[in-house]
Every structure is written in structure tokens, then in C-alpha cells.
């Protein structure tokens, strides 16, 4: 069963600019959830989809959103890319209980990088 | 605030040797934890988890253990060995509301030396 894949695995992109990251979830799992990882804050939820709604929110700004598609693809949308946006994104998907937590299995990442 | 908090960066122990890793956490409502295992350029990869009615939870060489009333979470590997030189990062959600949104620690990067 192929893994969790994020497109595309590294991204510059300078200030003010928008980015659009992609999640292909493991084949059967409904729920996808996005983190951001930076050495300052470490491993930070952003937020879940299941079923093509956002379920669970952290706390980020509205520049921060995403969607879910029906085949459970996921994109991730940062707007007005600032400097502290530059980190590794992480996604990683879940067969969907109420527990996100559980069974979640997560992608290599995309390293942003704003300059 | 950081509401779960590995204090120690780093920890170096030798092949065969136990490796201890903490964890605190501040809120008295999280109740399910977990370790996540990341390797360089992977993402992170579930260890094991144990929920707050549980003290301890072993699989293979890997124990967490929980004590509630300290607040405190801690993953024995025994025998470490080379291949479990990687970063660890403890966390941990809160059930109530339904949501389980985990909080992470900013992780531990364990060497083991042959």
C-alpha cells in the first residue's frame, strides 16, 4: 500500500507571495491533517479535513487554510507568505475515528522556504 | 506556553544500554499520548501510544510509561540499538469536546554509538 505523498518536497517562494501545498492521503484513509514543524515552535497542528470538511482547527492565522477533495487529496493554502512561514509542512492521514490521532501515518514533508 | 515539554535536547547512550526519554505536560486534561519516531527527511512515524487509564504500555523493546500525578511521560528503549538513532517527540491530546487536537514537544534527538 503506497504512503502518504506531499507535492512538491521543496518550495521557495519570497515574501508576500501565495503557496499551494498537496497531500495524497494512504488509499482508504477519509481524514488528513497538516502540521508545521520549525525549530522554534517544533511540530504544530494546523488542521484536519474529513470528508471534505475541516473538522479540528489549531491555532493559525486565516492566512493558513486548506481543503479536502472527494478522492481525500488534500491542499494546504498559505497567503501573503511572511519570513516565519518557512518551515517543513507536514501531512498525514488517517482512517478517520473520532481520534485523529490515532493510526495517523505522516508524508515526507514539504520544505518551504520564504525569502 | 508550552503545555508539553521535552527538556532535553539531546541524548547519547551506547548500543545494549537503556535509553530513557522524557516528557512533561502541563494540562491536566490530556489523556492520550503518544512517541513519534522521525528519521532525517521522513516524516514522523508512530511508536506507541497509552491512554490515562493505563500506567505503562510495552511493545518489543519500547515501554512509555505514565505518571499522572507528576505530569510526567517517559519512553524506555531496551536494548538500544544503532538504528534507533533518530529524533523522538512526545505527544499528547485532550478527548474532551471530542477533538483529540495533539500537542507535540519540541523532541529529543537520540544517537546511540555502537
Known amino acids: 500500500k503506497a504512503g502518504v505523498t506531499q507535492t512538491p518536497r521543496y518550495l521557495i517562494k519570497t515574501r508576500g507571495q501565495q503557496v499551494t501545498l498537496s497531500c495524497s492521503p494512504i488509499?482508504?484513509?477519509?481524514?488528513v491533517s497538516w502540521y508545521q514543524q520549525t525549530p522554534g515552535q517544533g511540530l504544530q497542528f494546523l488542521f484536519e479535513?474529513?470528508?471534505?470538511?475541516?473538522?479540528n482547527k489549531g491555532n493559525f492565522p486565516g492566512r493558513f487554510s486548506g481543503r479536502q477533495f472527494s478522492n481525500s487529496r488534500s491542499e494546504m493554502n498559505v497567503s501573503t507568505l511572511e519570513l516565519g512561514d518557512s518551515a517543513l509542512y507536514l501531512c498525514?492521514?488517517?482512517?478517520?475515528?473520532?481520534?485523529?490521532?490515532?493510526?495517523?501515518?505522516f508524508g515526507p514533508g514539504t520544505r518551504l522556504t520564504v525569502t | 506556553d508550552q503545555q508539553v515539554k521535552q527538556n532535553s535536547p539531546s541524548l547519547s547512550v551506547q548500543e545494549g544500554r537503556i535509553s530513557i526519554l522524557n516528557c512533561d505536560y502541563t494540562n491536566s486534561m490530556f489523556d492520550y499520548f503518544l512517541w513519534y519516531k522521525k528519521y532525517p527527511a521522513e516524516g514522523p512515524t508512530f511508536l506507541i501510544s497509552i491512554s490515562s487509564i493505563k500506567d505503562k504500555n510495552e511493545d518489543g523493546r519500547f515501554t512509555v510509561f505514565l505518571n499522572k500525578s507528576a505530569k510526567h511521560l517517559s519512553l524506555h528503549i531496551v536494548p538500544s540499538q544503532p538504528g534507533d538513532s533518530a529524533v523522538y517527540f512526545c505527544a499528547a491530546s485532550a478527548s474532551s469536546g471530542g477533538s483529540y487536537i495533539p500537542t507535540f514537544g519540541r523532541g529529543t534527538s537520540l544517537i546511540v554509538h555502537p
Open positions: 498525514a492521514s488517517s482512517l478517520g475515528g473520532t481520534n485523529i490521532f490515532h493510526e495517523q501515518y
Open positions: 479535513y474529513f470528508s471534505e470538511t475541516q473538522r
Open positions: 488509499s482508504g484513509h477519509r481524514s
